[in-house]
């Protein structure tokens, strides 16, 4: 699984149209959160750093539960851009989580394991488990 790491507001106009998890290392407008959504129609969820998730406009977040998009907080730690666009979540991690899920663990069990070990958010780590189960 792949999170397209976009890094300024330039750059979404650039996006494959097929992106489905974009994560902005940018403070973000309504008017950019807008040009993703139109540039990117399958985009599934937009990821955002803790810092700029308090900006985010109620409007922007209720228009986004609408289109069906989730909005979450986490990081792509240790991601260099300048190396590749795309931070990528190992299949260790995501045959973990369908591991654990065959073993009848809780989502909230789940979530804060994985998170804790692959450094990636809980809410991420809740998506990839709903899209495994969906599978």
């Given at each position: 699984m792949?999170i397209?790491?976009v890094?300024?507001?330039?750059?979404?106009?650039?996006?494959?149209?097929?992106?489905?998890?974009?994560?902005l290392?940018?403070?973000?407008?309504?008017?950019?959160?807008?040009g993703?959504?139109?540039?990117?129609?399958?985009?599934?969820?937009?990821?955002?750093?803790?810092?700029?998730?308090?900006?985010?406009?109620?409007?922007?977040?209720?228009?986004?539960?609408?289109?069906?998009?989730?909005?979450?907080?986490?990081d792509v730690?240790?991601?260099?851009?300048?190396?590749?666009?795309y931070?990528?979540?190992?299949?260790?991690?995501?045959?973990k989580?369908?591991?654990?899920?065959?073993?009848?663990?809780?989502?909230?069990?789940?979530?804060?394991?994985?998170?804790?070990?692959?450094?990636?958010?809980?809410?991420?780590?809740?998506?990839?488990?709903?899209?495994?189960?969906?599978v």
């Amino acid at each position: 699984m792949r999170i397209r790491v976009v890094s300024s507001r330039e750059e979404i106009f650039t996006l494959n149209p097929n992106e489905r998890i974009v994560h902005l290392a940018f403070r973000p407008s309504n008017k950019d959160i807008f040009g993703l959504i139109e540039t990117c129609p399958k985009v599934e969820v937009i990821q955002l750093p803790k810092s700029y998730m308090r900006t985010v406009s109620r409007s922007i977040e209720m228009f986004l539960q609408m289109q069906r998009i989730q909005l979450l907080e986490g990081d792509v730690w240790g991601h260099r851009k300048d190396i590749n666009e795309y931070f990528t979540i190992s299949s260790s991690v995501i045959e973990k989580i369908k591991v654990m899920k065959a073993e009848g663990k809780d989502a909230e069990e789940i979530e804060k394991k994985v998170s804790r070990e692959s450094k990636l958010n809980p809410a991420m780590v809740g998506y990839i488990l709903s899209k495994e189960t969906a599978v």
